[in-house]
């Protein structure tokens, strides 16, 4: 994993926790499960939510929720960011004084797996949003893929995870996961905002669905282009379309369906040279099975 900027930790043991039952068979198998950890974030002196998280990256992730909840604003000052290990909490604080008292009372329980929920309204920030036009090339699109569906990573040792990796043009860069989607996204959107990364020539791809919320997620964070290899929900791509985002959907071996940004798109690669991937196999053996499965 070298050539990712920051990649998965899937020998950190502290992630997951070793335990053993027994299959439908009876035999007994050991597995690696993904822990669940409470993370709280606070705003300056304001306690904004409890997430639900891996474990890792607790800065970025905090920093990026908050962003991403539009309680960061763009040219807001970071002055420190604070975690405490001992009671899991995170604590960013800003030149600015905030009061975010009004929009915590507005609350949208989203799509999001280990269930999300967005403060405010949702639309809120996508007013005249217009995200660079960038092209996308196929073979950029091949290339990613088969890189990253053969990255070690938590999902492959123990499931029950999701994936999203920060990209530009056929490198992936940076590769989180965590048991939500969104928390993957955020981890990504606060190292971006930390390293002060430009999102105008970057793809993020997620092996999670293409909702309403991960549509608005990305073009807040200002990446023109989305990719996944799961399906689609219809307002994901009215929003998509409305931006001005590239949607790519399903994206497994050669397969794809783009349901936005058609014309933004360069098939400069043979789909017929492009191997398809394997189908999902039907062994008992957990940890096998999970080496042909994702999203």
């Excluded at 890792?56 to 539009?70: C, E, F």
């Excluded at 009671?87 to 797996?113: F, M």
Aim: charged letters at 25%; a negative charge.
């Amino acid at each position: 994993m070298s050539d990712y900027l920051i990649g998965p930790s899937p020998d950190d043991l502290t992630l997951t926790r070793a335990l053993s039952g027994r299959d439908h068979e009876g035999r007994e198998v050991d597995l690696r499960v993904v822990e669940e950890r409470p993370l709280t974030i606070y705003l300056n002196s304001q306690e904004i939510v409890t997430a639900m998280t891996i474990g890792d990256h607790p800065r970025w992730l905090a920093v990026g929720y908050l962003s991403n909840q539009g309680m960061l604003l763009p040219d807001d000052r970071i002055t420190a960011v604070d975690f405490d290990e001992e009671v899991e909490t995170v604590v960013v604080r800003t030149a600015r004084a905030t009061d975010y008292e009004d929009k915590l009372k507005r609350k949208t329980r989203t799509s999001g797996c280990a269930v999300g929920t967005v403060f405010g309204d949702m639309m809120e920030g996508l007013e005249g949003v217009r995200l660079p036009v960038a092209e996308l090339r196929t073979s950029w699109l091949y290339t990613l893929a088969h890189r990253i569906n053969t990255t070690p990573s938590l999902y492959l040792e123990a499931g029950a995870i999701h994936g999203t990796v920060l990209c530009r043009q056929d490198r992936a860069l940076v590769y989180m996961e965590d048991v939500g989607r969104h928390n993957a996204v955020d981890k990504i959107a606060g190292w971006m905002r930390m390293q002060d990364a430009d999102p105008s020539d970057k793809i993020l791809y997620t092996t999670g669905r293409l909702t309403s919320e991960m549509v608005i997620k990305t073009a807040l964070m200002g990446i023109p282009v989305l990719v996944s290899r799961s399906g689609f929900t219809a307002w994901g791509v009215e929003i998509a379309r409305q931006v001005g985002l590239t949607l790519i959907g399903r994206m497994r071996g050669r397969r794809f369906v783009c349901l936005a940004g058609e014309d933004r798109l360069i098939r400069d690669a043979n789909p017929a040279h492009v191997a398809d991937e394997p189908r999902k196999s039907t062994g008992a053996n957990p940890q096998e099975r999970a080496r042909h499965e994702r999203g």
